[in-house]
C-alpha cells in the first residue's frame, strides 16, 4: 500500500497582534503551536510511502481480525485518519 495524496504543508504565519489578542494567544504560544504543527507534519508520510501495516478486529465478530496487507495487489483501500468532530 502507498500513499496517493500528499498532506498540505503548513506555512508559518506571522499573525497581527490584534488576530492574537482576539484568539486568546499569546506571540509564544502562537509561535510554540506552530512550531508543533511544522514537526508533525515532517513525521507524515509522503506519497508512494509504504503504509505501515496493522490488524483490526472485524466489525460485529471480535473474533476475527483483518490485516491491511491482505488487500496489497488485490484492490484499492482508502485509509482516513482524522477527526470527524
Known amino acids: 500500500m502507498t500513499f496517493a495524496m500528499a498532506s498540505q504543508q503548513p506555512e508559518l504565519r506571522d499573525l497581527p497582534d490584534e488576530v492574537l489578542e482576539r484568539l486568546g494567544l499569546t ?12 514537526e ?36 484499492p483501500v482508502a485509509l482516513i485518519f482524522g477527526s470527524y468532530t
Open 40 to 75: 508533525r507534519e515532517a513525521r507524515a508520510p509522503n506519497v508512494g510511502d509504504t503504509a505501515a501495516d496493522f490488524e483490526l478486529p472485524v466489525l460485529g465478530d471480535l473474533e476475527r481480525t483483518v490485516r491491511l496487507s491482505s488487500f496489497r495487489d488485490k484492490r
Open 27 to 38: 506571540r509564544e504560544r502562537w509561535n510554540a503551536v506552530q512550531k508543533e504543527m511544522l
